[in-house]
Nanobody, 130 residues
């Protein structure tokens, strides 16, 4: 089974950039699609970005499209989330999750997660000050 660990969170100012890492261990990570999600204090968990098993296809929430870039590097067992032009409303705990199914089956039409993904990381906190 795949095990995920997020890292790279921290405190930054609005407008700055941060790169989150999701390190995978276990067998067949290359067969898994990966998603990034976030949960702000007192709010529900939201979808941020997803990448296909090969890394060749990506999908973003409307709130981060054009600012965040997700990439998957199977040879390194890594997934990155490059976050640019950060805003205070990006403050949240960020989680990566993986599942062997195609990410196109994960979401409803309004990009809400509808599938129980196989594995989740423990999360990393991102705080953006104004």
């Amino acid at each position: 089974q795949v095990h995920l660990v997020e890292s790279g969170g921290g405190l930054v100012q609005a407008g700055e950039s941060l790169r989150l890492s999701c390190t995978a261990s276990g067998r067949a990570f290359s067969d898994y699609a990966v998603g990034w999600f976030r949960q702000a204090p007192g709010k529900e968990r939201d979808f941020v970005a997803a990448v296909s098993w090969s890394g060749g296809a990506t999908y973003y929430s409307d709130s981060v499209k054009g600012r965040f870039v997700v990439s998957k590097h199977n040879a390194e067992n890594m997934v990155y989330l490059q976050m640019n032009s950060l805003k205070p409303e990006d403050t949240a705990v960020y989680y990566c999750a993986a599942d062997p199914s195609d990410y196109s089956s994960w979401f409803s039409r309004n990009k809400e997660l509808k599938k129980n993904l196989e594995v989740w990381g423990q999360g990393t906190l991102v705080t953006v000050s104004s």
